[in-house]
């Protein structure tokens, strides 16, 4: 026979999370998202700059052999166009005005990254500790259950003190489902940014820009479905 004081003797650590403590969780895990987010819409903005004066720093020179422009520099032939034009159609100060905000789109980009990475390894830490925190009470609910069903002798009110641990470990179980899924999406999300930066140099062919911009703006590692739902959890 099972001792009936045995199998109620579960150590606190293997206890399930109550329902406030795992919403408290979800909710700071919620909150870096945001934190995130927020990361993401900044980082689209420096991309967005770096391409704008990527484009304008290699600006093509003046068709001439097109014959309407070629007439207008003709009739305004000007010492300063000449110079503008013997100078590859590039001002001085706007090249170096150019480079510099290329240089520090490029450092807002790596600062992103880094902090990007940060709130992602926290996000990760978060999903984990709810997850094994779950993983363990439902183990030991489990085995708990099987002494239950071996013992014919234990009072019928025993199972049902057992069962009111279904819905704080129900809701447990929830949150940590959905922690996981955004996880994992905010992780392919940010290596796809990550990508994208180290990608980004001077060379950088226009089209790949436009790619690099189109993508990030998209976001396609992330389902809208899945995060709505997570706000709906502490809505």
């Known amino acids: 026979m099972v001792d009936e004081a045995a199998v109620h ?31 993401v819409d900044a980082g689209k903005m420096f991309l967005v700059k770096f391409r ?20 207008l520099v003709k009739s305004n032939y000007t010492d300063r166009l000449k110079s503008y034009l013997e100078a590859g159609c590039h001002l001085q100060h706007q090249s170096i005005r150019n480079i510099n905000q290329l240089q520090s789109c490029e450092e807002k980009l790596e600062d992103h990254i880094n902090k990007a990475k940060v709130l992602i390894e926290e996000l990760e830490c978060l999903a984990e500790d709810v997850y094994s ?64 930066v180290k990608a980004l140099s001077l060379k950088t062919p226009s089209s790949e820009l436009d790619g690099y911009c189109l993508m990030w703006d998209l976001r396609p590692y992330v389902d809208d479905n899945v995060m709505q739902l997570a706000w709906k959890f502490i809505s």
């Open 133 to 196: 925190t779950t993983l363990t009470a439902s183990l030991s609910i489990l085995e708990a259950s099987d002494c239950f069903d071996g013992d014919d002798n234990l009072p019928a009110d025993s199972c049902e003190d057992d069962g009111q641990s279904v819905d704080p470990l129900d809701s447990a179980v929830s949150y940590s489902s959905v922690m996981i899924l955004v996880h994992n999406m905010l992780k392919l999300d940010y290596s796809m940014q990550e990508k994208i």
């Open 9 to 39: 003797q579960v150590s606190p650590l293997l206890a399930p999370m109550s329902k406030e403590e795992a919403w408290r969780c979800f909710f700071d895990f919620m909150t870096k998202v945001t934190q995130y987010e927020e990361l």
């Open 52 to 71: 704008q004066e990527l484009e304008h720093f290699r600006r093509p020179m003046i068709p001439m052999e097109s014959g309407a422009v070629s007439q």
